[in-house]
């Protein structure tokens, strides 16, 4: 092995202890209905294994993920917990909750801010299971915000909303009148809103928009704490007929346009080939910095399987290493058999 393939691996395993981590044996060894203690706000980042976007209830106390901006100006999911009122519901709560300078300001964690205008209230939300929309209605403040900012809310609210167990779609109003387009820099929305609509865009160098295809990956980022958490970007790439594929192999690229963002793979990975059956998508790596019994680090692993469950929207991945399922990440946990997408992203405790 060389010293860089050294190098790296420490790099990985050591420096990088990065967001998603879990009580007991392992990220996804847990039961489904697991949960874990309740985060506060720090930056010791937990989370825990349960059917993606479902908001977790512990008592009166509902465990949350929110997109929040950090102070590079990134959206990225910060998962909170917060106590529930009588008949509230934790999509309005997380809402509330996303108030700039709100009720709730002292829950969120330092390096984060909240994004929706200040003195925004939240006047109605409805979901509808059968169609899997929620409708939100904003009060008037809602439109109070810069230009700039336009679709850094529009993602935020999304990306939020469909983290709901019942929610893919959503719907923007504003005191009781649906909007077809945002109020300040007529952003449209007349359609229904999904996690199409990306997060953090961003394109590789050449790219023609309208012959590109999105795919949302993760790299990490550090809290003024200099705790490590995952950041999504959608990156627009050359068309693909493979997007998992692509998806992969645009991590393994790393981040791009001076972002202060950083990799969790390395060049001297390569993907062989992205497959998908029933609700597992497989994906083959070749590594040949790789030893027996080795164990690969486990933000890298998590990036993947993060990564693969969100552009294929399949619940479960196989993830192969030089054609071989035998080995254990950084965390001891076993890859022997497909593994869970993680419901709670850069859960922060004391």
């Known amino acids: 092995m060389t010293h860089y393939r050294l190098f790296r691996r420490a790099a990985l395993a ?3 202890a990065l967001p998603i981590l879990t009580t007991g044996c392992g990220l996804f060894s847990q039961p489904a209905s697991q949960s874990i203690d309740p985060p506060q706000n ?40 917060a106590a529930l009122g009588q008949d509230e519901k934790p999509g309005q709560k997380a809402l509330e909750m996303m108030v700039d300078g709100g009720a709730y300001a002292s829950e969120i964690p330092d390096g984060f801010q909240a994004v929706l205008p200040k003195g925004t209230t939240v006047k109605q939300l409805t979901i509808s299971p059968d169609t899997k929309t929620a409708v939100v209605d904003f009060s008037k403040q809602f439109a109070d915000y810069n230009a700039a900012d336009e679709r850094k809310i529009v993602e935020a609210v999304t990306w939020t909303l469909t983290g709901l167990p019942d929610v ?74 493979n997007r998992a594929k692509t998806a992969i192999e645009q991590l393994i690229s790393g981040p791009i346009n001076d972002l202060p963002l950083k990799a969790v793979m390395t060049p001297d990975v390569v993907v062989k080939d992205v497959t998908k059956k029933n609700d597992v998508v497989t994906v083959n790596l070749q590594d040949d910095s790789y030893q027996a019994g080795q164990q690969e680090p486990a933000e890298m692993l998590d990036a993947i399987v993060l990564a693969l469950t969100e552009n294929t929207g399949l619940s479960k991945v196989q993830i192969k290493l030089n054609g071989k399922t035998d080995f254990v990440d950084t965390n001891n946990q076993s890859y022997s058999k497909p593994v869970s997408r993680p419901e709670h992203v850069n859960a922060f405790k004391s």
């Open 14 to 16: 050591g420096a990088l």
């Open 42 to 81: 720090s930056t010791e980042n937990v989370s825990t294994n349960v059917d993606p976007g479902q908001a977790t209830a512990q008592g009166d106390q509902s465990q949350m993920t929110l997109y929040l901006r950090d102070r590079n100006g990134l959206l990225a999911p910060v998962t909170v917990m």
């Open 168 to 241: 893919r779609n959503v719907k923007i109003w504003m005191e009781g009148q649906a909007l077809a387009e945002m109020p300040v820099d007529g952003m449209p929305i007349d359609n229904n809103l999904t996690r199409a609509v990306g997060i953090n865009l961003e394109a590789v160098d050449g790219v023609e928009y309208s012959q590109s295809t999105p795919v949302t990956i993760y790299f990490s980022a550090l809290t003024p704490d200099n705790v490590p958490y995952y950041v999504p970007v959608t990156r627009l790439v050359n068309r693909s007929n």
